[in-house]
Nanobody
């Protein structure tokens, strides 16, 4: 059974930075793409970004491109989301997820492509 645990959320002022972590259990973390999603109050969960199993490829939502960076350390079974220049619109619960399919260079945008999810961590950006 795979478990994902997010950490690093909190309250930050607009323009500030936060770094989220997603720690995964299991021995095959390095074989799967990972993703970050977020859900703001009253809104649907949305894609934030994704990283391939190798870490060589990343993709981001337009709303965070240039401000957020995803990375992973396969030796530590951990993925990160560095968030800079935060805006009040970034306020949401952030979730990490592991892809359904293994593959070294694939990455996925659709929620349906992910099968394991963390419990989420709250990020609040004050104006």
């Amino acid at each position: 059974q795979v478990q994902l645990v997010e950490s690093g959320g909190g309250l930050v002022q607009a323009g500030g930075s936060l770094r989220l972590s997603c720690a995964a259990s299991g021995r095959v973390f390095s074989s799967y793409a990972m993703g970050w999603f977020r859900q703001a109050p009253g809104k649907e969960r949305e894609f934030v970004g994704a990283i391939s199993a190798s870490g060589a490829s990343t993709d981001y939502a337009n709303s965070v491109k240039g401000r957020f960076t995803i990375s992973r350390d396969n030796a530590k079974n951990t993925m990160y989301l560095q968030m800079n220049s935060l805006k009040p619109d970034d306020t949401a619960v952030y979730y990490c997820a592991r892809s359904l399919l293994a593959g070294f260079n694939n990455l996925y945008i659709a929620e349906a492509s992910y099968t394991y999810w963390g419990q989420g961590t709250q990020v609040t950006v004050s104006s």
